[in-house]
Nanobody, 121 residues
């Protein structure tokens, strides 16, 4: 059974940094594609970053240059380093996985429970 557990969220001041982690279990981690998504109250879930099997990465325009997605296959863990945070980054952040690469589309089959990020101005 695929399980994804996010951690690392919290409250920070504008300009601050956070690193989110997503611990994966129940499948062969390296055989799945992974992504980070976020959803703010009253808004649709949006793709933030994704990583392909060859390690290539994609980012939403709103986070380019500030966020970095990475993974440690030995630890079955996906990361999202978030720098220069802005109040508009406030949202619930989710990691997602699938054996199909959905890029930044919210079509991934497996989702974590989310971790809240709040950025104060």
């Amino acid at each position: 059974q695929v399980q994804l557990v996010e951690s690392g969220g919290g409250s920070v001041q504008s300009g601050g940094s956070l690193r989110l982690s997503c611990a994966a279990s129940g499948y062969t981690y390296s055989s799945y594609y992974m992504g980070w998504f976020r959803q703010a109250p009253g808004k649709e879930r949006e793709g933030v970053a994704a990583i392909d099997s060859d390690g290539s990465t994609s980012y939403a325009d709103s986070v380019k240059g500030r966020f970095t997605i990475s993974q440690d296959n030995a630890k079955n863990t996906l990361y999202l380093q978030m720098n220069s945070l802005k109040p508009e980054d406030t949202a619930m952040y989710y990691c997602a996985a699938d054996h199909i690469y959905w890029w930044l589309l919210p079509n991934y089959n497996y989702w974590g429970q989310g971790t809240q990020v709040t950025v104060a101005s």
